[in-house]
């Protein structure tokens, strides 16, 4: 089993700048990637942002050169530095980590971007 919490969440302005950690505890060693993913009211949960144990990153085009994933794999720690944010990423942001056998989901950040 593989828990995960998220932090960092909150309101900014357009513009703004927001940084987003994920903390995975339990079966880390099980984890051979961890991602991004955000579901904004009354649309599906989309990936943001992926980054493998090897450290090779995917993004979707919308955040492109905005955001930036990283991850501490002695502290199983993964960040998201959000930058340039606009109204269109509002959303809540949850934490995923895939091991061989199953997916695993922290329970969700709120990112809310409104001046």
């Known amino acids: 089993q593989v828990q995960l919490v998220e932090s960092g969440g909150g309101l900014v302005q357009p513009g703004g700048s927001l940084r987003l950690s994920c903390a995975a505890s339990?079966?880390?060693?099980?984890?051979?990637?961890m991602g991004w993913y955000r579901q904004a009211p009354g649309k599906q949960r989309e990936l943001v942002a992926i980054i493998t144990n090897s450290g090779s990153t995917n993004y979707a085009d919308s955040v492109k050169g905005r955001f930036t994933i990283s991850r501490d794999n002695v502290k199983n720690i993964m960040n998201l530095q959000m930058n340039s944010l606009k109204p269109e990423d509002t959303a809540v942001y949850y934490c995923?980590?895939?091991?061989?056998?199953?997916?695993?989901w922290g329970q969700g950040t709120q990112v809310t971007v409104s001046s």
């Open positions: 339990g079966s880390t060693f099980s984890i051979y990637a």
């Open positions: 995923n980590a895939r091991t061989l056998t199953q997916g695993y």
